[in-house]
């Protein structure tokens, strides 16, 4: 990644400075969000995912935006470092995950079997690493 990117990919994120510190990371997500279920989508994230993260050791900050075009969602969730986001128990994630969906799936009358509303479509991170000044 060029300077310039990092610089940029910072001031997006809302860092205090484009000096990344060593082992940060960005968790990113996308998921299938319709237009006619934007707004249950933010709530629901509102109520389960974002007090959930906010409790977890390494969390520093979430952007969440939507692509209309699309109809999808991105997540963007930066972590102090890879190896505290990679601490937390899968089966935690699940069981957020869970009360994600019964959220969603009580807001629409949903049968608790529905499939999820919003598929994830893809996942991967980004690993921050400070740039030295002058290549």
Do not use: C
């Amino acid at each position: 990644m060029n300077r310039a990117l990092a610089v940029l990919l910072a001031m997006l994120l809302g860092f205090s400075s484009p000096a990344m510190a060593m082992g940060a990371v960005i968790e990113q997500l996308r998921l299938q969000v319709p237009a006619v279920q934007r707004t249950l989508w933010l709530q629901a994230e509102a109520r389960t995912w974002q007090p959930w993260l906010e409790q977890q050791e390494g969390f520093v900050h979430r952007s969440l935006y939507w692509d209309p075009d699309r109809e999808e969602g991105v997540l963007l969730i930066r972590w102090a470092s890879r190896d505290e986001w990679k601490a937390i128990p899968e089966a935690e994630v699940l069981r957020v995950q869970a009360l994600f969906e019964a959220e969603v799936n009580q807001a629409l009358n949903r049968p608790a079997s529905a499939a999820p509303l919003f598929p994830l479509l893809a996942e991967g991170e980004l690993l921050l690493q400070e740039l030295p000044s002058h290549p």
